[in-house]
Antibody
C-alpha cells in the first residue's frame, strides 16, 4: 500500500534552517510528483511546491520561493524540504503528499504523510 | 490566485440528518476536490474531479457543482463523518484550499 513516512517533530530557533523528509513506499517513486503543504492552526492549507522525483524538476508557490527548497534522493525514495531563515510564522505542520491526476489532467493530492510539526521559538 | 470560501465554517448535525457544505471560488474552476481531516490526523482525499468518491468513501457522500460554486453533501449524517472538510482547486496554479468546514455531531 502507498505510504509516505515523514520525519519527526522539529524544535528550532529563529534564523535557523530545518530539513524534513518524506519516505515513499508502495509505489514507483519516480512515477508521481510529491508536493509539500503547510498547515497552521486556524488557517487554510497552503501549497508550498512540488517536485518531480524522476527529473528533479520543481515548481514553487511564489510565496515560498526563497523559503523552501525541495529535493529528492531517488536511491532511498525520499523527498526532502529545507526551510530556511525560520521565523515564528513558519511554525506549522508540514505535510508531503503524492500528486495524481485523472482524465481531467488536473492534479490532486491522493496520499498524504502523517505531517511534521516544526516549532520555531527562541 | 483563486480564493476558495467555504460555508458554513462550522456546522452541527444529528445522525440521519442531511448536510451540505459549499465552496465558492473567486474565479471559475473546472473541477473541485475535497479532503476530510480528523483531529490530529492528516487530510484524506475524499472527493475528486468534483463528484467522484475516493476509495473507501461511503456512498452517502456526494459532490457536485460547476464554475464558481461547488458542494459536498452527506445524505444521512453518521457519527464517523464528524471532521473538518476542505475544498481545493488546481485549475489555476498555485493550487489553493478553502478555509475548512468543521462538521460536528449534534
Amino acid at each position: 500500500q502507498v505510504q509516505l513516512q515523514q520525519s519527526g517533530a522539529e524544535l528550532t530557533k529563529p534564523g535557523s534552517s530545518v530539513k524534513i523528509s518524506c519516505k515513499a513506499s508502495g509505489y514507483t517513486f519516480t512515477s508521481y510528483d510529491i508536493s509539500w503543504i503547510k498547515q497552521r492552526p486556524g488557517q487554510a492549507l497552503e501549497w508550498i511546491g512540488a517536485i518531480n522525483p524522476g527529473s528533479g524538476g520543481t515548481g514553487y508557490n511564489e510565496k515560498f520561493k526563497g523559503k523552501a527548497t525541495l529535493t529528492v534522493d531517488k536511491s532511498s525514495s525520499t523527498a526532502f524540504m529545507q526551510l530556511s531563515s525560520l521565523t515564528p510564522e513558519d511554525t506549522a505542520v508540514y505535510y508531503c503528499a503524492r500528486l495524481d491526476y485523472g482524465y481531467t489532467n488536473e492534479y490532486y493530492f491522493d496520499y498524504w504523510g502523517q505531517g511534521v510539526m516544526v516549532t520555531v521559538s527562541s | 490566485e483563486i480564493v476558495l470560501t467555504q460555508s458554513p465554517t462550522t456546522i452541527a448535525a444529528s445522525p440521519g440528518e442531511k448536510v451540505t457544505i459549499t465552496c465558492r471560488a473567486s474565479s471559475s474552476v473546472s473541477y473541485m476536490y475535497w479532503y476530510q481531516q480528523k483531529s490530529g490526523a492528516s487530510p484524506k482525499l475524499w472527493i475528486y474531479d468534483t463528484s467522484k468518491l475516493a476509495s473507501g468513501v461511503p456512498n452517502r457522500f456526494s459532490g457536485s457543482g460547476s464554475g464558481t460554486s461547488y458542494s459536498l453533501t452527506i445524505n444521512t449524517m453518521e457519527t464517523e463523518d464528524a471532521a473538518t472538510y476542505y475544498c481545493q482547486q488546481w485549475s489555476s496554479t498555485p493550487p489553493t484550499f478553502g478555509g475548512g468546514t468543521k462538521l460536528e455531531l449534534k
